[in-house]
Structures are given as C-alpha cells and as structure tokens.
Nanobody, 119 residues
Framework: QVQLVESGGGLVQAGGSLRLSCAASGSILRINDMGWYRQAPGKQRDLVARITREGSTNYADSVKGRFTISRDNAEKTVLLQMNSLKPEDTAVYYC?????????????WGQGTQVTVSS
C-alpha cells in the first residue's frame, strides 16, 4: 500500500511562517507530480502549489511570492514553505501525489494538516 503523511501544521500569527512536510511510503514504483491543496470550512478543495518530478512548479495566484514548494525524489518528500501568512490562508492542507505503485497508479492523498493563521 501507499501512504502520504503530512506534518508541520499549527497555529501562527499573521505575518509568520510555517513549513509543511509530506512523506510518501509503501510499494512505490515512481512518484510523478506532487502538490499541496487546501480546504477552508464550507469551501471546495483548491490547488495551492504543484511540482513535477523534474522540479517545474506552479502556484495559485493567492500564494505566489509567499509560498515555495520543493521536493526530494530520493526521500520521497514534498515540502511547502509558507511565509507572510495571512488569516485567509487558514485551512486544512492536503498533500497529493500522482504515484505508480505495485497495486494501482493514480492520485493519493494525505490525511490533512490544519493551518490556522490568527490576525
């Protein structure tokens, strides 16, 4: 089986920083795109940032210049460095990866980690 486990969420004041980490494990043959999504209460889950295996990135307009996504292919991890946080960044953040495994190929999701930004 394949698991994505996130860590690094928490409570921070506006203007502060947090770093989210996501580690993939299990019967993985290859990890393709990886990314972070977020879902605020009563809203849909939206893309925050994605990164290809080769390192190409794309970001939601609302986080450009403040968030940075990176990955370590050898360690099977993806990071999200979040700076200059705003109250509107408050949400549950989910790690996502497109994975080829022994059992199935497709999207895998982490369990989510709460990020709360106080004003």
């Amino acid at each position: 089986q394949v698991q994505l486990v996130e860590s690094g969420g928490g409570l921070v004041q506006a203007g502060g920083s947090l770093r989210l980490s996501c580690a993939a494990s299990g019967s993985i043959l290859r990890i393709n795109d990886m990314g972070w999504y977020r879902q605020a209460p009563g809203k849909q889950r939206d893309l925050v940032a994605r990164i290809t295996r080769e390192g190409s990135t794309n970001y939601a307009d609302s986080v450009k210049g403040r968030f940075t996504i990176s990955r370590d292919n050898a360690e099977k991890t993806v990071l999200l460095q979040m700076n200059s946080l705003k109250p509107e960044d408050t949400a549950v953040y989910y790690c996502n990866a497109l994975i080829d495994s022994w059992f199935r190929s497709g999207d895998y999701w982490g369990q989510g980690t709460q990020v709360t930004v106080s004003s």
